[in-house]
């Protein structure tokens, strides 16, 4: 068991008050990243109105996250950690008919997830949350109530589904 999830280059730091967490379209084979400057490329706002200290580790492209069979598993875009809050992130740029692409995500945010449950740093955060954005789609017509509630019963980690993270 790691006692750390993620090795220190896949981490950068900002106390921006607004910013955004950045990936490139598919089938790019970069991390996603922060970005205060170009918000034409911004998939997920970020508002950080006291300027806390963040932390942003890049997961995808990143993290080696192995299952059991040792293929590479599903992995989440990012997440961001502060005090005792940590929120995993998934970042989709699709304007498709239907849920497919939230299916997809909840999975891959199931399995990153998975992974940094057993190191050693997953029970220093109180406050666990999991947001799917996606700059394409950030309204939708179908409730997905009984989607995040199932997800907190599944994994203790609240679920939003909005490209809007508010740091409190």
């Not at 998939?43 to 492209?61: C, K, S, Y």
């Not at 179908?142 to 599944?154: D, G, L």
């Amino acid at each position: 068991m790691r006692k750390t999830f993620a090795p220190e280059h896949c981490n950068s730091f900002t106390d921006a008050q607004l910013f955004s967490l950045c990936d490139k379209p598919h089938p790019a084979q970069e991390p996603a990243y922060t970005d205060t400057n170009s918000p034409e490329r911004w998939i997920a706002t970020v508002h950080n109105p006291e300027g806390r200290q963040l932390t942003f580790t890049a997961v995808d492209h990143c993290l080696d996250l192995r299952r059991e069979d040792g293929k590479m598993g599903k992995r989440c875009d990012g997440m961001l950690r502060y005090d005792t809050t940590v929120i995993f992130t998934e970042l989709k740029q699709r304007r498709d008919k239907g849920s497919e692409w939230i299916k997809t995500a909840e999975s891959q945010l199931r399995e990153t997830i998975s992974h940094f449950e057993v190191c050693g740093e997953a029970g220093t955060y109180k406050k666990k949350r999991a947001y799917i954005c996606n700059s394409e789609q950030p309204a939708f017509r179908v409730s997905q109530i009984e989607r995040m509630e199932r997800f907190f019963r599944e994994t203790g980690y609240i679920l939003r589904i909005e490209a809007r993270i508010k740091i409190d």
